[in-house]
């Protein structure tokens, strides 16, 4: 999933990406609220996280211009102790949660997961479609039980496909959520991972929607 950090005290924003890469998920970092509005504003991230103590624009006024234009991402709040005004705030403005610092980052990591599967129909950290389970608590693949080894990128795209099983999902929304921006490819990177992936997972274990792009699991009704 591609997540935006916006935090200015850099250890905790290097803590942060580091901690979510660790679990998975692409990572873009923001320092400033001008810069993360813009960024929020025009990029398509999966979920924000947002110290609302920023310079330039401070968080609240970053998230109101956000919910004012439509932008729908979840949005995971951390506030400094004792603002309980300011956490009323976020939330009556569209945050969906929030954390208060100091926090642990098992504890940050584990709203990340119920917020992206808040998102879709998932009620557990573990995602499922047929014979394959993606443990998202520890990035592991299974297949029928046995455990399936897959590089960074191929879990972050099966992971993806995963959580978005039933849908056709196109090749650019696939290279936006999987890759960092500034990340050299080739144009048919994409193909070449979904190629890895079924000889890993077997052939059918991720399917093409000729025009659409790759999927799991069944189309949902109703597709395109
Ligand atoms: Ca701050």
Redesign the pocket.
């Known amino acids: 999933m591609r997540i935006l950090v916006v ?3 850099r250890k905790l924003a290097t803590d942060l990406a580091k901690a979510l890469a660790g679990a998975g998920h692409v990572v873009e970092e923001a320092g400033n609220g001008e810069h993360a509005w813009f960024l929020g504003d025009t990029e398509d991230y999966d979920l924000i996280i947002l ?1 609302l ?2 310079p330039k624009l401070d968080g609240v006024q970053v998230l109101k211009r956000w919910r004012a234009n439509q932008r729908t991402m979840p949005v995971l709040v951390l506030t400094a102790r004792d603002s309980w005004s300011e956490k009323v705030e976020a939330i009556d403005i569209g945050a969906d949660d929030y954390l208060t610092k100091p926090f642990r980052m098992e504890e940050l990591l584990a709203r990340v997961r119920a917020l992206l599967r808040r998102q879709t129909k998932h009620s557990s950290a573990m995602l499922e479609v047929g014979e394959i389970l993606l443990d998202t608590r520890h990035s592991r693949v299974t297949k029928a039980g046995t455990p399936v080894d897959l590089s960074p990128l191929e879990y972050r795209l099966l992971h993806y496909l995963m959580h978005h099983a039933g849908r056709a999902v196109s090749q650019i929304e696939l290279t936006e959520h999987v890759y960092s921006q500034d990340f050299e490819r080739e144009s048919n990177a994409i193909e070449v991972l979904i190629g890895r992936l079924r000889r890993k997972l077997g052939a059918d274990a991720v399917k093409t929607r000729r025009g659409y792009g790759y999927y799991t699991g069944e189309l949902d009704e109703g597709a395109p």
């Open positions: 935090e200015d005290e110290d103590g920023l």
